[in-house]
């Protein structure tokens, strides 16, 4: 999440925005999000349905694993990644994504 924070400006730059989604529970988001100084959003997730949905849930178990999304302003999912966030290549998807929204 710190990464995602230190990069908003080069986010911002492709006019991506981020969320966080988490199972957790408001308070616990906001403690969280007050320590780590986020300014972006963290959503609550405590029935499960985005990671479901994403499918970042473990077969069998109530835990989901990281995953990074991609939404493109149509909604369209265009990058799915698991584990810790690449920031390189998310940079670089955003770029082309970019680069696709000025040729429509």
């Known amino acids: 999440m710190e990464g995602h ?3 908003l400006y080069l ?3 492709f006019n991506a ?3 966080g989604v988490s199972h957790d529970g408001v308070p616990t988001l906001r403690h969280w999000s007050d320590d780590l100084g986020l ?11 985005l990671g479901m949905f994403f499918g970042a849930q473990h077969k069998g178990t109530p ?9 493109d302003m149509w909604g369209k999912v265009r990058y799915i ?7 390189r ?3 670089l998807v955003l770029k082309k994504l970019h680069a696709e929204e000025g040729r429509s």
């Open 81 to 87: 990644k698991d584990g810790s966030p690449d920031y």
């Open 39 to 49: 300014t972006f959003p963290l959503l609550s997730n405590t029935t499960g349905y």
């Open 17 to 19: 925005r981020v969320a």
């Open 5 to 7: 924070q230190r990069n």
């Open 89 to 91: 290549e998310i940079l």
């Open 63 to 71: 835990m989901f694993a990281r995953r990074t999304v991609i939404i």
């Open 11 to 13: 986010y911002d730059r």
